[in-house]
């Protein structure tokens, strides 16, 4: 599967992983950022932005792609940072090939179980029918009666695209994204990785617990956890300048 990616600047590669219902420019204004001193690519991944749609979704075969990426872009090795979705990608990478992982950063996901804080999102998007509305707006009136966030609104209504004959379409593969909804809350398993590992959390967010340190120390020893104040679960929109300054620190830091 050929991803399709951004990249940004010179140095050693960065590869930077989104979550669920994102792609690639989500996290357009921390890879230029981190483009001074690093290569940084964001690829979009399996069934979202411009990446190609397949009836599978989980995270072995998402890690898969993400190497097979790598290889062919000869990145042999390279500092992987993930949010949610793509932070439990970047973990299922890191531990079963952590010879082409330098530096792991996972960003408000843990590595268990998670809860499920979408199916009320997956059910709006699928009533949604976009082959009957004749502008964006409708889209948003519609989502604003079910979804109460602006800003996860205003997210989602990013995968809505025009098509060249008219009419709208999503970006993502919807279908197989619900039918996979168990595999995206899945766990990820392994060997320890024993390369340095960085997990960020908002403090406004739960979906990294102090319960479940032990299991991030038990998959990822070396891992340091970083809470960052006044940050909900998308850090990167909330507090990109403390992001900033928390990444540049660990991806710069002698071994």
């Known amino acids: 599967m050929e991803l399709y990616y951004r990249e940004f600047g010179q140095g050693d590669p960065v590869i930077i992983l ?24 964001t690829p979009d991944l399996r069934n979202h932005g411009r990446s190609p749609h397949s009836a599978e979704h989980s995270y072995p075969e998402m890690a898969e ?11 042999f090795r390279a500092s992987v940072v993930g949010h949610s979705m793509g932070g439990k990608v970047a973990m299922q990478l890191a531990l079963a090939h952590p010879d082409m992982v330098d530096r792991l950063v996972v960003v408000d996901i843990a590595p268990g179980g998670a809860e499920d804080n979408h199916s009320s999102i997956f059910r709006a998007l699928i009533d949604l029918d976009l082959s009957k509305i004749d502008a964006r707006k409708e889209a948003e009136n519609y989502l604003a009666e079910r979804i109460s966030d602006l ?19 999503w970006k993502m593969n919807l279908p197989a994204l619900w039918e996979h909804y168990d595999d995206i809350l899945a766990p990820v398993s ?11 959390r908002g403090s406004l967010s739960g979906y990294i617990k102090d319960s479940d340190f032990p299991l991030i120390k ?8 970083v809470t960052i104040d006044g940050a909900g679960h998308w850090v990167h929109a909330d507090q990109p300048e403390a992001l900033l300054s928390v990444l540049n620190k660990f991806l710069d830091q002698e071994v």
């Open 65 to 75: 792609d993400v190497r097979v990426f790598m290889e062919h872009h000869w990145m």
């Open 151 to 169: 800003g996860t609104r205003q997210f989602l209504l990013k995968n809505i695209t025009r098509e060249t004959e008219g009419g709208y379409s």
């Open 218 to 225: 038990s998959l990822f020893p070396k891992a340091e956890i």
């Open 190 to 200: 392994g060997p320890p990785f024993e390369k340095p590992a960085l997990f960020i």
């Open 18 to 41: 989104h979550g669920l219902f994102g792609f690639s420019d989500n996290w357009q204004t921390i890879a230029r950022a981190l483009s001074d001193r690093h290569l940084v690519v």
